[in-house]
Each structure stands twice: as C-alpha cells, then as structure tokens.
T-cell receptor
C-alpha cells in the first residue's frame, strides 16, 4: 500500500514569514513529485513538480526532494494571506499518483 | 494552458436516478481520471483511463462506471445514485504517466 503522509495542520504563520510544508512517502521507486494548492470549495491547482533530488525554485515557492530519506517539502517565502489554502502532496509511480490528505496553511496578517 | 472542463458545478439528484458527469480536456492528453473528495478522506480515485475505450478501476469503483469513447471526453456514470455518493467529484488529465495532473473545476453532487 503506497502511502503519502502530511501533517493536517493547520499550520499558522504570520504574513511575510516562510511557511514550510512537509510530506513523506513510502514507495522507494516513486519518480515524480507534485505540490498542489487547493482553496476551499475549489479544485487542486498545480504549484510545483520535481523529479530529481535537490531544490527547485519558482518565484516564492521552493520544492525540495530527498529520495534517500523519502521526503519532499515545499517552502513558501514571504507568505501572503492569499496563500492560505490546503496544500496537497502527490507522489507518482506509473500512471497513478498517490495524494496526501493535505496540510492546511493559514497566513495571518 | 491546459483546460479541463466539467459539465456542471453543482448538481442535485434523487436517490435511484442515473447520473452522468462529463469531463472534457483540450490538450490531447492520453490519461484521464475521476476522483471524489470528501472531508477528512482526501482524494480517492474512482476510475482512470489511459487510452480511448480503455478503463481501469481505482480504489472505490463500486456504484460507478465510466465511458471514454473519444480521447478528449471521459464520463462518470452513477447507475443508481445513493445518498452516500454525495460528494465533490473531480476530473483530471495528464499527458503521460510521469506528468502532472490538471484538474477540472469539480462537480458538487448532492443526492437526496
């Protein structure tokens, strides 16, 4: 059974701070890793994809992958209230991704 | 931009009705997926399709069927709707097995 674990939160950070979201996975042969943002009542929206060990930066977002330790993280710099949402981690081997249940992030002014 | 559309944002049906949920993507993606999402349970895969007329069961296929007659369209069918099928239904597509999924806006189905 493939598992993807996320802390459900909520993670509360002040505006302007760095938010750090973490995800661990069980399947060692996983090859593709994704972070989605989901606002309440809306569908998931892709933020980042990462395929190799190390960091990948896109604007205020940085995804970090460590395959040896089987974790992937998302850093959000200069957090804004508009970043308040649930963040889903997805790990893929083959056709089907396995999603975590998401971490709720609250950015307070 | 990838666009995935779903036929309805909100739908209310009666117990026992046959329900069709339609999903269309415009990026020539091979793979299409149907999920339901419920509070505390996360995303659960109902069915997926990796090619026209091909379908595979996901984790919770009971009470559902699917149809993929054309590459761009993937339909989810509830043969006889029940109240426990009240949920948010999400369609997604991806280009290849490795690539990210893109989601439609979702259909919030209520079965009375």
């Amino acid at each position: 059974q493939k598992e993807v674990e996320q802390n459900s939160g909520p993670l509360s950070v002040p505006e302007g701070a760095i938010a750090s979201l973490n995800c661990t996975y069980s399947d060692r042969v996983s090859q593709s890793f994704f972070w989605y943002r989901q606002y309440s009542g809306k569908s998931p929206e892709l933020i980042m994809s990462i395929y190799s060990n190390g960091d990948k930066e896109d604007g205020r977002f940085t995804a970090q992958l460590n395959k040896a330790s089987q974790y992937v993280s998302l850093l959000i710099r200069d957090s804004q209230p508009s970043d308040s949402a649930t963040y889903l981690c997805a790990v893929k081997t083959g056709y089907i991704p396995t999603f975590g249940r998401g971490t709720s992030l609250i950015v307070h002014p | 931009d990838v666009k995935v559309t779903q036929s309805s944002r909100y739908l209310v049906k009666r117990t026992g009705e046959k329900v069709f949920l339609e999903c269309v993507q415009d990026m020539d993606h091979e793979n299409m997926f149907w999920y339901r999402q419920d509070p505390g349970l996360g995303l659960r895969l109902i069915y997926f399709s990796y090619d026209v007329k091909m379908k595979e069961k996901g984790d919770i296929p009971e009470g559902y069927s699917v149809s993929r007659e054309k590459k761009e369209r993937f339909s989810l069918i509830l043969e006889s709707a029940s109240t426990n099928q009240t949920s948010m239904y999400l369609c997604a597509s991806s280009a290849t097995s490795a690539n990210e999924q893109f989601f439609g806006p979702g259909t919030r189905l209520t079965v009375l």
